[in-house]
């Protein structure tokens, strides 16, 4: 919740940045730009409208904000494009390399090793940071999965569904327009890195260095400097306009799950008999301690080597732990609460432990400028490719898990009926059998099918 929360504020204040640079408030004490003045206008009207609206008012701006988006995102998509040459184009500047989600192991042109180094032309294959093709096949499910079945800001959603049958469909129509970035958030950053590589906009030529590569902190801003540059002038407004309705409506999500899950999971166990109005009290002050903190972690993110980077490294050292509980406590009845937390206590301490290694580094700490000392065990495994580090931490939950779980006694098992496939009874079965059709199964399909469309087409 936390990492969501310090990322949307942090994306809020890069529009405003990139729109509006000159803007600037005096406090007397301290002078905020414009980057930090969007980050909190964005905090302030979220929190309004969630505040007053609720979950109801969360439900019906995303819906209102996601037509607006993709459609503003597909003209920014098919204008850049216009602007570059077309498709063809794209392709000829950028080269297969962009094209290609199948990354070799070792860079082209380097030596691969086990030996933990760093060098001109020798380079460890676990340090490998390109987004190699191991690291994306076994880690991106990982987190994935995790994401979509067990983050709350999913969950809640499908929660609210009517019934089974209606949160099923509404999960695979989600599928459908998760398809979509890759087309109208991804191909848009190609493209700008196209236009500023080309020249043919000038304005976006800043965000590439000298060597030819993009800078990764002016890259950041590479959809609003398109929506600044690329588009028409009676667009733009729509654009941005559903642009700042994503950041607050995912803002006002992460608010009302948050919100939720210290409430009824934590405060209210320890308070049972605390009055309705108490418990959404507590919410709101849950809610605000996470946006102070959500704030004050803003350097962090701007210190790494990106908005993206950040949030995959992050999600990929939390996500292990809870995806192994969730996944392979469905799938056994015979592994127990202990288990599952040692693994959740393993996975968290190693992930904390990771990312406690890392952010001195990302925030340039006096005394790690230049990092940890070549070859310490600190240096190791702060170069450590975030995905390989994510796997392990997985490996190791698993070990964890199952071997504490089989050194304990069996659950019983009348506290875990209707939890595994195992314990499910006849009649619950019978019941979600009842709620999908063919319908379902074929949608399923369609979408497993183009995703398998795009992996093999962006190839090189």
């Known amino acids: 919740m936390l990492t969501k929360i310090a990322v949307g504020i942090f994306a809020g204040g890069i529009v405003f940045g990139t729109l509006l640079p000159g803007m600037r408030l005096d406090l007397g004490f301290a002078v905020l730009d414009s980057f930090w003045i969007g980050s909190m206008l964005v905090i302030v009207a979220t929190g309004l409208y969630t505040v007053l609206g609720g979950m109801r008012a969360v439900a019906y701006t995303e819906t209102v904000q996601t037509l607006v988006l993709v459609l503003g995102s597909v003209l920014v998509t098919v204008f850049g494009l216009i602007k570059l040459g077309g498709w063809t184009e794209l392709r000829a500047v950028l080269g297969s390399d962009m094209f290609n989600l199948w990354k070799p192991l070792i860079p082209d042109g380097m030596e691969g090793t086990w030996a933990p180094v760093k060098e001109t032309g020798r380079i460890a294959w676990y340090f ?34 009517p019934n089974e ?17 890759v087309f109208i958030f991804i191909i848009p950053g190609m493209i700008c890195f196209a ?25 950041q801003a590479a959809f609003p400097l398109m929506v600044a540059h690329v588009l028409p002038l009676g ?30 999971d934590f405060y209210r166990k320890v308070r049972p008999r605390a009055s309705e109005h108490r418990l959404v009290w507590i919410g709101r002050v849950a809610t605000t301690v996470m946006v102070l903190i959500g ?84 240096w190791i495994v702060n170069n450590i490719y975030f995905q390989y580090f994510s796997l392990f931490i997985f490996l190791v939950c698993v070990v964890v898990m199952v071997a504490v779980s089989y050194a304990t006694e069996r659950p019983a098992l009348e506290r875990i009926q209707g939890l595994t496939f195992a314990t499910t009874s006849a009649g619950e079965k019978a019941l979600s059998r009842a709620s999908w059709d063919r319908r379902d199964v074929i949608t399923s399909a369609i979408v497993l099918l183009l995703i398998l469309m795009a992996y093999l087409y962006f190839n090189g």
């Open 128 to 161: 490998n940071g390109n987004y190699p093709w191991l690291g994306m096949l076994f880690c991106a499910p990982i987190i994935g999965l995790w994401y979509w079945t067990t983050d709350q800001y999913i969950v809640q959603r499908a929660l609210g569904a």
């Open 165 to 181: 049958q209606q949160a099923r469909r509404g999960s695979i129509f989600a599928a459908f327009l998760k398809l979509l970035p």
């Open 195 to 219: 236009l500023a590589l080309s020249g043919k906009v000038p304005a976006l030529t800043h965000l590439v260095g000298p060597d030819g590569n993009a800078l990764r902190a002016e890259s």
């Open 235 to 264: 667009v733009r407004g729509i654009v941005v306009a559903g642009l700042l309705a994503a950041l607050m409506s995912s803002l006002a999500g992460v608010f009302n799950a948050s919100s939720t899950l210290f409430t009824m």
């Open 295 to 378: 704030l004050f972690w803003i350097p962090v993110i701007q210190g790494a080597k990106g908005l993206y980077d950040y949030l995959q490294t992050v999600q990929g050292y939390l996500a292990p732990p809870i995806f192994v509980v969730f996944f392979l406590g469905v799938f056994s009845k015979r592994l127990n609460a202990k288990g599952c937390l040692a693994a959740l206590i393993t996975g968290f301490a190693l992930g904390v432990f990771r990312l406690a290694v890392d952010t001195p580094v990302s925030l340039g700490l006096p005394g790690f400028e230049d990092g940890y000392a070549a070859g310490s065990l600190l």
